[in-house]
């Protein structure tokens, strides 16, 4: 089994730098260095003005199944989805494999205070929540597919937590840096994480100076992308505005 | 034919209860009496703050038709969809089965300001409003898959109303009773209309209760699900509360 | 091959009735005519509060291929993308044909803000925008089926710009006429837009009189569609209105 | 409500005629009579061999419930299942609603064979079969969407029978004549059967001569539409051939 | 986790008696035990007139990324693709998830010759076979969503086996017991394999009485389901049969 | 615009060797060069034992539109999809672009005739063909992803011949080289086709020399992919064999 390596923390410099970048450019960085899905598709922030930098802590579910569910309900200490709720650290993001399911929540809004109230920082998942409305109320950065009342056991069992999963058709092993704007969520492996965010920092900084340009009527030409002269001026105005 | 039964009136009580209480925790306690699919799916509200709480009045509607659609124009009298609108009675939601399809729209704001106008509460398709704007506009709460500017002639034929419909996946009966919140909407059979609201008052409660727990920072284990120690305190809070 | 037509711009007469004009109105004076599927399916506003009027300049996306992808990096200069967007004139809006594609954008937020500053009123595509949150942020309208943050090259490649495409399920020629308002997107062939401009504005007018009688409690019979009676009420206001 | 209609016979010389016929060309001559849309789609042959004329006979289902289902349990024999696979007559087809689901069988081998018993030259559904192969194994013309091994009851409840329905997009009215070939069906309303069969004869037979002159290496122009001089050619052969 | 249990052997007994029995029948069973989701849905056999029966042994895969594929160019002896198909024992079934994704293959005929030559019973797959004329050349049983020429590494990285997974919407474990024919893949828990195989053969066995009742002309009320009377002829001609 | 380059006929020599070859193999060697989307998807054989090599003639639809169809109608000779196939030559295949729609045909089998007629070797679309059986029966090897009995102008105008198109998500150019077998249609670009399918026939030999060793109980590793041994026997085999 390929290992979802141990769970390193995301250094306070690494999230600083992620916080201003966007899924857009992380995007890019990514596929420049040969890593072309990377953004979850079809999967939607509840609130567009949000924004996250999380550590990916990853649950699995399976579709429900007699057998399975009966023994979580026999056991229920043994039950994934609780101890992957119990085992967010601060700064974590708890990410669910729901194959793509709205026909049932992954979960409510109780379950998700607990992991706000753990320090998690965001919940992401290509199913759907439950208690939508109570989910905005919390505060908490959410990402689905949809919204449904159902509860998870319905049409899911919860198999296993902190392995490598599959979520809005992209590949998501636990520990990756997980980061999430108005557009999505891009995900950063782990031990590409500072590179890919250094240059994205860049970038962004270069691309803003361009938007300025073109939005004052720079024509593509020369300006996107940027041609020696414009670099050159990019770099002026970057010495000068230090 | 299956019959839709009589179609008694939601009592004020009820409806007063209904009017507080989440579909999530209502589809909870339908669920808990074994019914499993009564939640509409991919039929979402146009604006999330509103809620309702009606009783169904169906309206379905087929693939068009060149003889039938003929037959409509000709005895415009005879069609089911301006019936089932001028029979909209106060506290009534007018919900139409379009077979999830898209491509048109079942109404637009004149027909839905004459539901609005004889006391309807909501419209409800698994189809497209047209003139979604001005449906937004007359602040009637309103829950489709999708907009689009068609007419619905140019697609579907209405074929009969206060008849047993499919909508969102669920199926509606005449008189049942229908209740709508920034999630969607969940669908009550009306024999069982005021134990199901009872119930889910009552876990509403007790889960509003463990919720603020949850957000203070109390544990899933003996919380969530309540054991009994929580269950106490919940009694206690609730007796001191009176 | 079938003409695109010459590129006619849309005079200040024609666009000032069509921006008070709604797509659902303008659909149904389309349908009267024979055209019954001029309405963009599933492409949706960025925001539901914008609208505007433009011309259609197209832009045709394939999928992408290897061949392709680097004769336009060998040649940027031969970019359709690029001279499409440079291409565009004040009142145009430019429209991607991106095959119902959202697993990549169409384009970014730099992109956008040239087309905006070249005096383009729009952006549509049946694809993805990337950088949405930057698209919003300009203050222009737009419309797509999804959001993506990958950028266009890794499904696309831009093939050909001002020829006939499909976006939305709809035929659309350069220099046909767009509207866009919360609803969505329809298309007016040039040749007949001044006079389903004219009969829509006419049917709006009317309409808006029903809808106020509508909403002050009148029935349908009579009133929608309007009666002898209703018509010549309509006509005193008007001329009274004067 | 619209009426299915009497349920007229289909007179032999009628079957005879449309026995011969294709799918394709009794569409062409449907469509130019106004009517769309009334193909079944992706609604396959199990065997693409065999042909079919028969007389509707419609049955709907919807969505499980529990109270619903619990009904039928209780009184089998109001089973509207049960009672339209009974109330079939030699020459009917039976045609279910089963609005697109192909997660369970609508019905299985055993209730197959009691409408053929009975006389039925067919079973339409856009939903799916169980026991597919011994329903292959009958010899009975079978038409459906997918395969499952489930029975209805696990996602249906039968509701009506003998009333219009909705199958593969199309409307179909008790005593509509389907016919169904390698293709698909197609569904002839009864008060045009004759007509649109007569002229559907006529076309093949002008056809089978084009295709072929066609497969001669005619040129379509010319022949495919057939001007003058072809319609005189076949004109001439016609009455050779009597 | 949920362990997937031992990989107990599907005694010949039980593989004679579920040879002879369908998976419609199977599921019946399997729904009347409390396991409503236990057919594949959308997997189709490659030859319809194949079955099989075997011992799951499960392979896993998640969407294609760079680094996880790199590790396996590097240390192909760990791809997971490879081992399941080397552990394979006589009477197996390799079963695969590929997230339904029909984009890519998920082997191709040499790994399936090898799967046959270990003595593998048959392959499943949600996703899709490539070199499909080669693999039905081999005369192994084989079921799959689809076809697609591509290399699975160009949309898949196989990630583990012999654990839980999902595969055409069902919970597979390892050491389950699969039964396929010409309608699909039916999976039998292996605790409960032997009592769903006796009562499927018992049904089995009177349904085929039942059935050449209903072929000779019985009417369903009192032969399907059979009342008294038609279960003690059952019993008569059982008893004579022996 | 990208060119589709000049129609160069495919040689002798090539399409001798690409008739032996699978599409599975063609891809693959596609793949490494860099071309990863390449294969139909979704495009089915309607007799998967028929082969083809053919040069891409490329014929794009639009959705249906009034204007554009009734020029159509008044100058039938300016009709592209006649035009298109009035300028087949021997050995092309004729491959349209329906966007992926099945509710209507493309062609049916007077046109699949005339196309044979001409010397075409196929036909191609990602839409669906009307007189399926009579295609067929013509024994024209023909690929689509539905069948429908509709005629092609109830949903496409023919816009464009001979330019590059879309088709089951893959480019294709005029002149491209397709390749078709039982698993589906593989383009090869123009200019690397020899080269393409020298490597892929080569490939073949030795994959067939694996099968053998696979069937006859080889194991994966050393064999497949073959290492040094494993090559030098492939190598003393063939040269014996020559």
Redesign the interface.
Known sequence: ??SGGELRPVPETLRRVLERT???T???QL?R???????L??V?PLR?DYRFVGRARTLRY???????LA?LEREP?RN?Q?AA??AIEPGDVLVIEA?GE??A?VL????A??V??RGGVAIVTDGAF?????I?ALGLAAYAR??????SQ?LH?P??RD????CG???ILPGDVLVG????V?VL?R?IAEEVAEAAAEQEEL?AF??ER????A???GT?PPDEATKRAYEAQRRSGE
Do not use: C, K
């Not at 392995?163 to 599959?166: E, L, N, R, S, T």
């Open positions: 089994m390929v966007s899924t857009a992380l995007w890019t596929y260095r040969g890593y072309r899905n990377q953004f598709q079809d939607r567009s399976l579709p429900g199944r007699a057998d399975l023994a200490e994934p609780r709720i119990e194959r709205t026909g929540g409510g809004d109780i379950l205070a607990r706000q109230a439950r208690d939508t409305p109570g905005v949809g919204q449904h009342a159902g509860l319905s069992v198999i296993d392995v490598p999963i599959a058709g992209v590949t704007d108005g557009e999505g891009v492996p031990d691309e361009i938007l073109i939005r004052a009527g024509p593509l030409a996107y």
